[in-house]
């Protein structure tokens, strides 16, 4: 598709350096696990202290820990894909 990638461990330092974490101004951590983005998060406010961080939480504490970390925006899937559904059986129209 003409994106450029890079394959690796976002964990680890040298993964987001190859990826420009000192050029971005935004990163994502949507991996499955908690624990998982948690860690991306830490190593990269390590890397790049100011840059805009948005995650994904399975939990409602994880929300909290993600947050603590150096997420600036915290997302809950299953949350708003709940909301949505009772948005809809409410309001059908």
């Known amino acids: 598709a003409g994106?450029?990638?890079?394959h690796g461990d976002a964990s680890e330092?040298?993964?987001?350096?190859?990826?420009g974490i000192h050029r971005a101004a935004r990163l994502l951590s949507l991996l499955p696990k908690a624990a998982d983005n948690l860690?991306?998060?830490l190593t990269a406010r390590e890397l790049h202290p100011d840059i805009l961080?948005?995650?994904r939480a399975e939990e409602d504490h994880d929300e909290k820990?993600?947050?603590r970390a150096g997420a600036?925006?915290?997302?809950a899937p299953y949350r708003v894909g709940g909301m949505k559904i009772a948005e809809g059986l409410i309001r059908p129209y």
């Open 3 to 6: 994106y450029l990638t890079v």
């Open 13 to 19: 330092d040298d993964m987001l350096l190859n990826a």
């Open 39 to 41: 860690y991306v998060i």
């Open 53 to 55: 961080i948005v995650s």
């Open 65 to 67: 820990r993600l947050r």
């Open 72 to 75: 600036q925006r915290v997302i």
